[in-house]
C-alpha cells in the first residue's frame, strides 16, 4: 500500500530498529515504547487486520512469536508479557496494516494496563450455547 507506514519500513524507505526478519514477516520495536522491549511484529504482505489475514500468512507470522517472545523474556526479564492486537479504529488500531503488539511488563507502574470487566451475570449456559453455535456455522 502506497500511503502504508508499515509497508513502507518493509520496503526500507522508512527506518526500523529492527529485531527480527525473514522472508515473511518483520519484528522492530515500537517508537512509542509503551514498556521497555515493546516490539510490534508485522507479516510483510499488507493486510488491514484479522479479518483480511489469510491463514497462511497467520501461522508463518505466529511460527516466529515465541522465539521473539523468549529474546523479549531473556534481554529484559520482564514479569509477564501481554500480546494485544487491535482491529478497526473503535478498538484502538491506528496503523491500518495488521500488528501484533509484544508488550513487556514489569509491574503495575510501567504504563501500560488492561481493564476486564465481565458480563458473566449476563448470559445464561443457553444464551452461551446458542451463541456458540451461531459462530460454528460461520467459520469457514
Avoid at 508499515?6 to 509503551?34: M, R, T, Y
Avoid at 479504529?89 to 513487556?104: D, K, N, R, S
Amino acid at each position: 500500500m502506497d500511503n502504508c507506514i508499515f509497508c513502507k519500513i518493509v520496503n526500507g524507505e522508512l527506518p526500523a530498529a529492527k529485531v527480527f526478519e525473514n522472508d515473511d514477516v518483520v519484528a522492530f520495536l515500537d517508537i512509542s515504547q509503551i514498556t521497555k522491549g515493546h516490539t510490534l511484529v508485522i507479516p510483510k504482505v499488507h493486510s488491514e487486520n484479522i479479518y483480511d489475514l489469510p491463514a497462511e500468512t497467520a501461522a508463518k507470522l505466529f511460527e516466529v512469536i515465541p522465539a521473539i517472545s523468549r529474546a523479549l523474556n531473556t534481554e529484559f526479564q520482564p514479569e509477564g508479557l501481554n500480546l494485544l492486537q487491535n482491529n478497526g479504529a473503535f478498538a484502538g488500531q491506528a496503523v491500518f496494516h495488521f500488528h501484533l503488539h509484544l508488550i513487556p511488563r514489569y509491574d503495575e507502574t510501567d504504563g501500560f494496563g488492561t481493564k476486564y470487566i465481565s458480563h458473566q451475570a449476563d448470559y445464561s449456559t443457553e444464551d452461551l450455547q446458542t451463541m456458540a453455535k451461531a459462530i460454528q456455522q460461520k467459520i469457514n
